[in-house]
């Protein structure tokens, strides 16, 4: 198994708090990705990594911002939590964007805003 | 607007039936790749399909792309309850070199 760690695994918070999700990969892989999965909707990504401090915003990135300030670790920051953020969140890594390459995921972070 | 949809979104079958799940999209893709995904875990690899035609075969599930890279579909022959999960297309539109776009999916229930 690909050596991805999400953190936490579970959370449940308030409207209008902060939260901040970790990810950490132990595969040197370049690329990390933030998706959250939602029922009716599928994965959807939020924003990627293709180096350190080096970030793109994906398709549904309003109220979230990221940080990756070591190759291993992948922050995804809610500045202030609204229920519609309500869902699971999965991160993502690849060796490279490049057709073939394949997306290793971890077990998913179930984030409830109430 | 999704780029891949799947078919049928739900899916319960007896053990021993075959199936057969759909991806198609209005855009080409360079690939396509199949996931499966079990309750509280992430998606995992099962193939990815490369050229337009191909088929591809992992034990009982046969992968096939579509000869103008628009739609690809997984059969599974005599069903398993261990086959049952969330089944997701993903592909990389465009030139390729962009981060996957996943269907939303199709969830199968294999009963015994």
């Known amino acids: 198994d690909a050596g991805i760690t999400q953190s936490p695994r579970h959370k449940v918070t308030e409207t209008g708090t902060p939260v901040t999700l970790r990810c950490h990969q132990t595969?040197?892989?370049?690329?990390m990705y933030w998706y959250r999965q939602d029922p009716g909707h599928g994965l959807r990504l939020i924003h990627y990594?293709?180096?350190?401090?080096?970030?793109d915003k994906g398709e549904v990135s309003d109220g979230y911002s990221v940080s990756r300030s070591k190759t291993e670790d992948f922050l995804l920051t809610l500045e202030s939590a609204t229920s519609s953020q309500t869902s699971v969140y999965f991160c993502?890594?690849?060796?490279?964007?490049?057709?073939?390459?394949?997306?290793?995921f971890g077990q998913g972070t179930r984030l409830t805003v109430v | 607007t999704q780029l891949l949809e799947q078919s049928p979104q739900f899916l319960s079958i007896q053990e021993g039936e075959n199936l057969t799940v759909y991806c198609n999209s209005s855009?080409?893709?360079?690939?396509l790749q199949w996931y499966r995904q079990e309750p509280g875990e992430g998606p995992v690899l099962l193939v990815t399909?490369?050229?337009?035609?191909e088929v591809k075969k992992l034990k009982r599930l046969t992968f096939q792309f579509g000869d103008a890279r628009k739609d690809s579909s997984l059969h599974i022959t005599a069903a398993q309850p261990g086959d049952t999960g969330l089944y997701l297309c993903a592909g990389s539109p465009n030139s390729g070199n962009t981060p996957l776009v996943f269907g939303k999916g199709t969830r199968l229930s294999v009963i015994a």
């Open positions: 855009s080409v893709f360079s690939s």
């Open positions: 990594s293709y180096g350190v401090k080096d970030t």
């Open positions: 399909v490369v050229t337009g035609g």
């Open positions: 595969e040197n892989h370049r690329y």
């Open positions: 993502a890594i690849s060796e490279s964007l490049y057709r073939y390459t394949e997306a290793f």
